[in-house]
């Protein structure tokens, strides 16, 4: 049972445009969700944070979108920058525990 | 910053061997995590602990083993590799916000 998914496996996308990654879920008692960056052997590294109680959450180039009601976010890059090239997870985090569901990632390519 | 560091980057280990790979965090984090990361599988969690001497099984928990004797360190134990737990191994810490904070990971072959 995959609760969260990522169902790009990549995206290519050309330097300066936007870059757009998708996460679905069904688990309805996520309440916080989260986006990971990962470069090719190295731990993620957190991105970007977002309660289920907001619709939008932005911090400099990214913003993460949050729509409840089709248990859909997406985290857009813009402009993107081949430095952005890296794998992106996406993660909700339900309730008393603190597990996050991690969904198995999308591999962006900014091409210079 | 919050500092998580694995014992070591690459592995190589023969069938049969016990293996440990060792997490330790500065933060002074509760909260600690094994996962493993496979292609087209994301990070799967092993086992997590909420305390000392605490631990709970994660999502795939088969082959593994976890210790925590002190709060900043989390140890995961293969008592006898398999060539299926080839993977890379992430450690991760928590306080009681949500976000969890990686280590860099360890590569282990297991030949």
């Known amino acids: 049972d995959q609760q969260v998914k990522q169902n790009s496996p990549s995206l290519s996308v050309q330097e300066g445009r936007i870059s757009i990654l998708n996460c679905d879920y069904t688990?309805?008692?996520?309440?916080?969700f989260l986006w990971y960056k990962k470069y090719p052997a190295e731990g993620p590294t957190f991105l970007i944070s977002?309660?289920?109680?907001?619709d939008k959450n932005e911090d400099g180039r990214f913003t993460v979108f949050l729509n409840k009601s089709a248990k859909h976010l997406s985290l857009h890059i813009v402009p993107s920058q081949p430095g952005d090239s890296a794998v992106y997870f996406c993660?909700?985090?339900?309730?008393?525990?603190?597990?996050?569901?991690f969904g198995t990632g999308t591999l962006l390519a900014v091409q210079p | 910053d919050v500092k998580v560091t694995q014992s070591s980057r690459y592995l190589v280990k023969r069938t049969g061997e016990k293996v440990f790979l060792e997490c330790v965090q500065d933060m002074d984090h509760e909260n600690m995590f094994w996962y493993r990361q496979d292609p087209g599988l994301g990070l799967r969690l092993i086992y997590f602990s909420y305390d000392v001497k605490m631990k709970e099984k994660g999502d795939i928990p088969e082959g593994y083993s976890v210790s925590r004797e002190k709060k900043e360190r989390f140890s995961l134990i293969l008592e006898s590799a398999s060539t299926n737990q080839t993977s890379m191994y992430l450690c991760a810490s928590s306080s009681d916000v949500e976000t969890q904070y990686f280590g860099p990971g360890t590569r282990l072959l297991v030949l």
């Open positions: 977002i309660s289920s109680i907001k």
């Open positions: 688990n309805s008692m996520f309440d916080y």
């Open positions: 993660a909700g985090n339900g309730g008393a525990t603190n597990k996050l569901i």
